[in-house]
């Protein structure tokens, strides 16, 4: 599957459609406004220009009708803005369902959690949607002021403590679609990346299916490394499905193998990237809550083991 643009100027659904169409409306208005004033500036330099012995042009000091022109002109422009504009907010931000929404996202620093009561899954930083479908998407935080963003799927919306927000997604081409968060929200806040996955009706409801199982039991080295993300007290901030409690500090690693990146799009998910993450994360994404666990070789081994199996 390709990637995308990212561009705002390459819309692929109807709400990120109407913001590009009055975009380019408004840019071929104020074009046109340009073009008649340069214009009658410019005639104005080569037709009145200073001549050696010519008369003065005739002094005039008011003119209602001119009054009347060019404050009506620029009254219809705005007038004719503002309802374009009305017509955009319209398009790009209907109004939200009643009752539960496809997906619920929340902000966190500096990551997205990504999860559906509704369909039964949690996910992190990845979110699969199947093409042509409308998703209704609430939007929270668990800590402070962040803003989800996906330029060629989605308007902008800020996740707010304490106040639940809503924001509608659609892609209507399969493709990888780049997510950002554009407000600043701290140290790491240019690494809080998400992607948008859209597929077909069928390959969603597998991601779904995948996505809803819980951990297989692990055996061997992995196994080791189960019982220590225990007793390393790991567990105590990211959930692994199926095991125990479902904390929310850290993303959920259930299905942390089958991810594309790790740290929220800051490194692609190998193997090798997983070592260096968990030997050090402050070295990968300075800032991030991830404390450094000073693993010995054995350790690393077995945890490193463990989460090859979360797939
Ligand atoms: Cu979250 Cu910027």
């Not at 000091?61 to 007038?79: D, M, N, Q, Y």
């Not at 929310?248 to 193998?257: E, F, K, W």
Request: hydrophobic fraction near 45%.
């Amino acid at each position: 599957m390709n990637g995308s643009s990212g561009s705002i100027f390459d819309p692929v659904s109807p709400h990120t459609q109407a913001i590009s169409d009055l975009f380019v409306i408004t840019l071929w208005i104020c074009a046109a406004i340009f073009a008649v004033v340069a214009g009658i500036v410019g005639y104005s330099l080569v037709h009145y220009r200073w001549n050696e012995g010519a008369a003065d042009p005739v002094q005039i000091a008011g003119s209602k009708r001119l009054e009347i022109i060019w404050t009506a002109i620029p009254c219809v422009i705005v007038l004719v803005l503002f309802g374009l504009t009305v017509h955009a907010m319209e398009q790009s931000d209907p109004e939200p369902p009643v009752g539960e929404p496809d997906l619920e996202v929340i902000g966190h620093q500096w990551w997205w959690e990504v999860r559906s009561p509704k369909l039964g899954f949690v996910a992190a930083n990845e979110i699969y949607i199947p093409v042509g479908r409308p998703m209704s998407i609430r939007l929270d935080t668990a800590d402070v002021l962040h803003e989800f963003w996906v330029p060629q799927l989605t308007r902008k919306m800020t996740t707010v403590p304490g106040r639940g927000n809503h924001v509608w997604m659609q892609a209507d081409q399969p493709g990888i679609y780049q997510g950002v968060c554009s407000e600043f929200c701290g140290t790491q806040h240019a690494w809080m990346r998400f992607e948008v996955i859209a597929v077909s009706e069928e390959e969603f409801d597998a991601w779904v299916e995948q996505q809803r199982q819980t951990a297989a039991v692990p055996t061997g080295d992995a196994a080791r490394g189960a019982q220590l993300f225990r007793d390393l007290t790991c567990i105590n901030c990211h959930a692994i499905q199926g095991v125990a409690s479902h904390p929310t500090a850290g993303p959920d690693l259930t299905h942390v193998a089958s991810r594309r990146f790790l740290g929220s799009g800051i490194v692609p998910n190998t193997p090798e990237n997983l070592r260096r993450w968990m030997t050090d994360p402050q070295e990968v994404k300075p800032g991030a809550l991830m404390p450094n666990f000073k693993l010995n070789d054995e350790q690393l081994a077995h945890l490193l083991a463990y989460l090859a199996t979360l797939r």
